[in-house]
Structure formats: C-alpha cells, structure tokens
C-alpha cells in the first residue's frame, strides 16, 4: 500500500458547498426511480454517515456508567455538528420536553440549487418540493446516525418548505426519541 | 478569487458522503466493479453539465483560448474552487493535447483504503465524469482517466485529459 496522500479533511479542509450539493443531487437521481425503497437507502447512506461523523468529532460521549443526558446529543446536532457542516448553528429549536424536537434551518445549504423546469410556476413549485423533499432522506438519516453514536435512539422525518422555485428551501427537521410519545417505542 | 467568493463546507461530511455514494453504487450493481466504474462516470457528468454554470457566474474569466489554457484552468482554478485543493498541469504532449491534471490531495479519497476484492475500482471516477462533462459543455470533446492513484498503489493523484475534438453545435438559441 502506497502512503497515504496528506488528508485535506484532517487539516480542517474545506470544499465548496456546490460540490457537497451536486453529490448529494446525484445520489437522489440515482435513486429516484426506486421510490420507498430508494429514500430508505438515502436515509441507511445518511446513518452511516452520520456515525462516522459523530466518531470523529464528537467530543462527548455516552459511556455505560456515565449515560448522557438526552439533552446534549441534541444540542450537540444543533450547535457542534450544523457548525462543523454549515457553519452556522440550527435556526431554531423547538421541544415538547417529551423526547420530541423540531429543528429548523431557514435556509438548508443542500436545497440551495434544485432545479425545477416546468411549464407553469405551480409545476415548478410541485417540482421543486418534491426534489427538495427526496434531498431530505439522506440528512435525516445523517441526523439518526450521529444521534445513535451518541446513545440516542431516534427517528428523524423532515419537512421541506421551498423558498421559491430554485431558491433553497426551509427544513424543519423533527427528532422523535425512542420511548417518546409518538415516537418509535 | 473565485474560492474566497465561493460558500464552503467542511471537506470531511463531503468525503464521508461521497464514500456513502461509492458504497452505494457497488451495491447497486451487486459489486460488479466495471458497472461501477462506468456508473460514477455517468453521476460525475451529469454534474460536470451542472457544474460549469456555477463555474462561469463564479468567474470572470475570458473564454480559454485553446485546450492547453483550459486543462491550466481546470487544474489551477476550478479543482480550487470546488475542492479546496491546488493541482497543477504536467507532461504535456508535442501538440498540447494530452496532460497530466496532478492534484496536491484527493478529498475524494481522504480515510479510504480499497479491500483487495476492489482492486479494479476507479475510486474517484465521478471526477474525471466531471471533468468530461463539464468540457462537453464547452463543445470540448475529452476523455479524462486516473493515470496515478494513490489508493491502487500510484504515487499521489493525477488524471490524464486528452483532446478528443471539438464538438460542432449551431448556436443553442432556445437554451
């Protein structure tokens, strides 16, 4: 095996938010056809990304003897984690302090260029929600996985509000806990 | 100029999501490694048709006079603005058709280590996809393949771009 080449990410590396965006545009083409079972694969492909993210910058961590309160997992996503992606912390946190919680971002940076050709503005915004909202299974399945890595069980769903075709959208993610009402038990 | 104008993300989340996307490939062609291959080709040049709009309104830059200033834009301008990293143009050809695009670091490529059973994996096809792609948009016809790959043994990163030919189109009046 070669040496490894020095590691732009190990070095705080950075690479354009457009570049991030059209990987993720070409992992929802590549599954757009396969329906249900292509947003489960989007969201496994998240989860797995999310754990190995949560491995390598999380600085707290669930022991046996030492559970985290379910709180900082949460915290963490919303302050940690969104500033190390997006550089910028989650627009607002909301909670039913039952183990539910809504997390919006006013202007999600993986919505930024979806494209919505139609032959009529309400067919661009039927188009532009509906690109937006498949976009939405691989961060929620990110979100999962770095809450699991935390030692906290969840389900993530979103919500997708297109600010206008080909404008970015707003994202409310909700993170229902497991053993929370409504949530998965 | 064009990378300070540019929004940026952290490297890692863009590294472990395109590794996600290469695990997802595999196993969308049951890891048939030629499939693979020629399937992350195809995502890379669909993004590169993107990817040239938002290179162009990022940049002010004069067309490229001919393929060698294009290959110095590729390498020296647009690796930078979207992946962070320089590269530089090497071992030209006598009549500047063929180069050597070496990248100083791969973040395509950064914590991973190929198991023997993908040794015929193209890693980082997606990108030379792009490269093809986004030159088809500037009626450059090129074929773009990883001549050094540091995770097949290479020493460090580099594509070979060759000139194909130029791509005659009337002029595209209803764009």
Redesign the interface.
């Known amino acids: 095996?070669?040496s490894?080449?020095?590691?732009?990410?190990?070095r705080g590396?950075?690479?354009?938010?457009?570049?991030?965006e059209?990987?993720?545009?070409?992992?929802v083409?590549?599954q757009r056809e396969r329906g249900e079972d292509g947003r489960r694969?989007m969201t496994r492909?998240?989860f797995?990304?999310g754990v190995?993210?949560a491995e390598?910058?999380a600085r707290v961590r669930p022991t046996k003897s030492r559970p985290l309160d379910r709180f900082l997992p949460i915290l963490f996503v919303c302050k940690d984690w969104w500033t190390?992606?997006?550089?910028k912390r989650v627009d607002n946190l909301k909670t039913n302090n039952r183990g539910v919680y809504v997390l919006t971002d006013e202007s999600f940076?993986w919505m930024r260029?979806v494209?919505a050709a139609g032959r009529t503005l309400e067919e661009e915004a039927a188009i532009a929600r509906a690109e937006c909202d498949a976009r939405a299974a691989?961060p929620c399945g990110v979100i999962r996985g770095t809450l699991a890595a935390l030692g906290l069980e969840s389900n993530v769903s979103a919500e997708t509000t297109p600010l206008s075709p080909g404008g970015g959208a707003k994202v409310a993610f909700t993170v229902r806990l497991k053993g929370a009402e409504g949530g998965p038990s | 100029a064009a990378w300070q104008a540019t929004e940026k993300v952290n490297a890692e989340l863009f590294t472990l999501t395109y590794g996600a996307i290469v695990r997802q490939v595999l196993a969308d062609y049951e890891d048939c490694v030629p499939e693979a291959n020629a399937k992350l080709d195809a995502m890379g040049r669909s993004i590169g048709g993107r990817l040239i709009e938002e290179f162009n309104a990022k940049n002010e830059q004069q067309r490229c006079v001919d393929f060698r200033d294009t290959c110095e834009t590729i390498a020296g301008v647009a690796l930078r603005m979207f992946l962070g990293v320089g590269g530089h143009c090497a071992d030209w050809n006598a009549d500047h058709t063929s180069c050597l695009v070496v990248m100083e670091t791969n973040p395509l490529a950064d914590f991973v280590e190929l198991p023997e059973r993908y040794r015929d994996l193209s890693y980082g096809q997606m990108l030379c996809g792009v490269i093809v792609g986004a030159l088809e948009q500037v009626q450059t016809r090129a074929t773009c393949e990883w001549e050094k790959d540091a995770l097949r043994g290479g020493d460090g990163f580099a594509m070979r771009v060759t000139l194909v030919g130029q791509i005659d189109t009337p002029y595209p009046f209803d764009d």
């Open positions: 095996m070669a490894p080449a020095p590691s732009a990410s190990d590396g950075e690479v354009s938010e457009a570049a991030l059209f990987l993720l545009a070409e992992l083409n590549a694969v492909a998240g797995d990304v190995k993210l390598r910058c190390r992606c997006f550089k940076a260029r494209r691989f």
